[in-house]
């Protein structure tokens, strides 16, 4: 299925059953995924299973930004990007620092 593919069925999904029902489940899919991240750290549940959860999240998280401005989310989703790019490159200078000074 293409991105735009992807959106359309996001945006149906919107105007079928609502916002708020949609936003609701957004938010009991993000918590079923943190059970399944808990749940695969302590070895009680598999990777397909934390696979599922964030797919189910990725849906939900296209649907919020239709909701909520793709515009504004995407704004906000490339400059976390950017910082976070910043924050590992500071990251291996400190790394390569330490090498260098023995630490």
């Excluded at 959860?53 to 989310?73: K, N, P, T, W």
Aim: hydrophobic share 35%.
């Amino acid at each position: 299925m293409t991105k735009e593919e992807a959106k359309q069925v996001c945006t149906d999904a919107v105007e079928a059953w609502g916002i708020e029902p949609q936003v609701n489940i957004a938010i009991e899919e993000a918590a079923e995924l943190t059970v399944a991240l808990e749940h695969f750290r302590r070895g009680r549940a598999t990777m397909k299973e934390v696979q599922t959860e964030i797919a189910d999240v990725l849906i939900c998280c296209l649907q919020l930004s239709l909701i909520f401005g793709e515009d504004g989310v995407d704004s906000e989703f490339q400059s976390k990007l950017e910082r976070l790019k910043g924050r590992i490159e500071r990251s291996k200078q400190n790394i390569s620092k330490k090498e260098y000074y023995g630490g």
